[in-house]
Nanobody, 128 residues
Framework: QVQLVESGGGSVQAGGSLRLSCAASRYTYINYCMGWFRQAPGKEREGVAAIYAGGGSTYYADSVKGRFTISQDNAKNTVYLQMNSLKPEDTAMYYC?????????????????????WGQGTQVTVSS
């Protein structure tokens, strides 16, 4: 089994920044695509970003390109989501997920139903 532990959520004003963390096993980094998703009340779960640590490739939703950056620190088995220039519409519960490495592509990374493991979620609230 793979266990994902998330942290870093909080409340900020529009234009501010937050850094989310997802601690995972080394097995996950070698064999999985690591994704960040978010879900606001009454809305579908949305793929935000993904990274394949084995190749260093990254993928982003159009709504966050230029503002969010996904990265990894393999020595710490941790994936990060740096969120800058936050907007009220970024408010949501953010989840870390792990799935087969082939999900890390422009067309597949945002499909939540394909991921095998999920973190507990961390709340991000952006005030205007």
């Amino acid at each position: 089994q793979v266990q994902l532990v998330e942290s870093g959520g909080g409340s900020v004003q529009a234009g501010g920044s937050l850094r989310l963390s997802c601690a995972a096993s080394r097995y996950t980094y070698i064999n999985y695509c690591m994704g960040w998703f978010r879900q606001a009340p009454g809305k579908e779960r949305e793929g935000v970003a993904a990274i394949y640590a084995g190749g260093g490739s990254t993928y982003y939703a159009d709504s966050v390109k230029g503002r969010f950056t996904i990265s990894q620190d393999n020595a710490k088995n941790t994936v990060y989501l740096q969120m800058n220039s936050l907007k009220p519409e970024d408010t949501a519960m953010y989840y870390c997920a792990a799935g087969p490495k082939f999900l890390c592509s422009d067309y597949l990374f945002g499909g939540a139903y394909n991921y095998n493991y999920w973190g507990q979620g961390t709340q991000v609230t952006v005030s205007s």
